[in-house]
Nanobody, 125 residues
Framework: QVQLAESGGGLVQPGTSLRLSCTRS????????MAWFRQVPGKEREFVVA???????IYADFVKGRFTASRDNAKKTMVLQMNSLKPEDTAVYFC???????????????????WGQGTQVTVSS
């Protein structure tokens, strides 16, 4: 059974950085588009960034210029580097995966069929 495991969450101060990782078990990591979503209590899960099979990325407007996502197919890992963190970035961050063609980078929650358990990111002074 394919599993996704997030790591790297924690408590940080505003303006600082945090690095999240998502590792996918199983084979054929390169056949999957990977994505990050986040959710705060009482709100719907929202899209953060997707990394396509060839490394292309689509970012939500609210993280452009602050967050950078990348993937390492050999390590079956996707990384999210978060800089200039704000209190409103506080959320549980989820990793998601979807097997796709090379040119397709989905951004909707319903497009993804594999999810990690999430990692808490808290930005507070």
């Amino acid at each position: 059974q394919v599993q996704l495991a997030e790591s790297g969450g924690g408590l940080v101060q505003p303006g600082t950085s945090l690095r999240l990782s998502c590792t996918r078990s199983g084979h054929s990591f390169s056949m999957y588009t990977m994505a990050w979503f986040r959710q705060v209590p009482g709100k719907e899960r929202e899209f953060v960034v997707a990394v396509g099979r060839s490394g292309g990325t689509i970012y939500a407007d609210f993280v452009k210029g602050r967050f950078t996502a990348s993937r390492d197919n050999a390590k079956k890992t996707m990384v999210l580097q978060m800089n200039s963190l704000k209190p409103e970035d506080t959320a549980v961050y989820f990793c998601a995966a979807k097997r796709t063609i090379v040119t397709h980078i989905p951004t909707r929650e319903d497009d993804y069929d594999s999810w990690g358990q999430g990692t808490q990111v808290t930005v507070s002074s």
